[in-house]
């Protein structure tokens, strides 16, 4: 299925997990947070939280600023 | 220096009076290094979209600046409208596991980097209302400043010029007016460019500095980043020590009394 990820649309497998999808990105043990359509998906919720196609996902972490 | 003069923001204790940014760095050493020179507790970040697929082993910010010995402020830096600076904040407190203490700015110019002062209100009354602990940048308004300490923000934070200019504290009327009705830490954060800067600043009886380009943009920042932690330093013993009065004429030094010739 096809969801935005960081302004990007890219091919992911069906209802992956956040979890799932952390591991695909090779973010595993990176600082991050995970915005789903403008809300939030806790880290409690990774195991749990199934994205669906069209969502867009956001990743963030900590960088330089002022 | 009193042993007892610190900072306190949030009810939270603070050795240093000097803040600074982690932006506009060479590389994270650089930053790391001059964050330690500065002497400096609390840090900004900034909350931006991970590189995803670019070298995962790619060190992160926070692993040279930890979490356990820094106190973190994440910004909303680039923020033009009150959702997205609410966003944000939300955000950061995600990522940092339920951290509230957050840096508000809402910006209205590209140009100046001021900020818009009405959006700044805006989001500042949602953030307190969402249990953040806010610190506000604002203009050098007394006015402004007071209605956002009246909001709940735990330090509102006017600009002494605009941020990364370097001109330094461009009102300093306004900053007195704003440090002498405040019940919160006044913090100037935005346009210092030198250390005698964040003397002055602090010898206004500000609370505390808040830099990041003045260090980041100097030729020596690690070097620069020491003479505004000794700057920060002077001017809050100058403060405290109370500074002699303005006269138009002489006053000699040495005694007329005893003199031979």
């Not at chain 2, 991970?50 to 910010?61: A, H, K, M, R, V």
């Not at chain 2, 508000?104 to 590209?110: F, K, P, R, S, W």
Request: hydrophobic share 40%; aromatic share 4%; glycine share 8%.
């Amino acid at each position: 299925m096809q969801v935005i990820i960081n302004g990007e649309s890219r091919d992911v497998p069906e209802a992956i997990t956040a979890t799932q999808l952390i591991d695909l990105l090779e973010l595993g043990g990176k600082r991050i947070a995970i915005e789903s359509n403008q809300e939030i998906v806790p880290r409690s919720a990774f195991e749990t939280h199934s994205f669906k196609p069209g969502d867009q996902i956001e990743i963030v972490q900590a960088i330089g600023g002022g | 220096m009193q042993n007892n003069d610190s900072l306190i923001i949030a009810g939270k204790s603070y050795q240093s009076r000097l803040l600074v940014g982690t932006g506009k760095y060479k590389d994270l050493d650089e930053t790391r290094n001059a964050v330690e020179a500065s002497g400096a507790e609390i840090i900004t970040i900034a909350v931006r979209r991970s590189n995803i697929g670019q070298s995962p082993d790619e060190p992160n910010l926070l692993d040279v600046l930890p979490m356990d010995r820094y106190t973190l402020l994440p910004n909303t830096a680039g923020c033009y409208n009150v959702e997205d600076a609410v966003r944000t904040c939300r955000m950061a407190r995600e990522l940092l596991d339920g951290h509230d203490l957050v840096k508000l700015e809402v910006l209205g110019n590209e140009k100046t980097l001021f900020p818009d002062t009405i959006a700044t209100i805006e989001a500042a009354e949602i953030l307190v209302k969402d249990d953040f602990k806010v610190m506000v940048y604002t203009n050098d308004d007394p006015i402004i400043a007071k209605r956002l300490e009246e909001i709940g923000c735990v330090a509102v934070m006017p600009l002494a010029a605009p941020i990364g200019s370097g001109l330094g504290i461009r009102n300093p009327y306004n900053i007195l007016e704003i440090i002498e009705n405040a019940r919160v830490p006044i913090i100037v954060d935005a346009g210092v460019g030198t250390a005698s800067d964040a003397a002055i600043a602090m010898e206004l009886g500000c609370d505390g500095v808040l830099m990041n380009t003045a260090i980041a943009a100097a030729k020596d920042p690690v070097l620069m980043a020491s003479a505004m932690k000794k700057g920060i330093q002077a001017g809050r013993e100058a403060f405290l020590a109370g500074r002699m009065p303005r006269k138009r004429y002489a006053s000699a030094s040495s005694p007329i009394d005893g003199t031979f010739f």
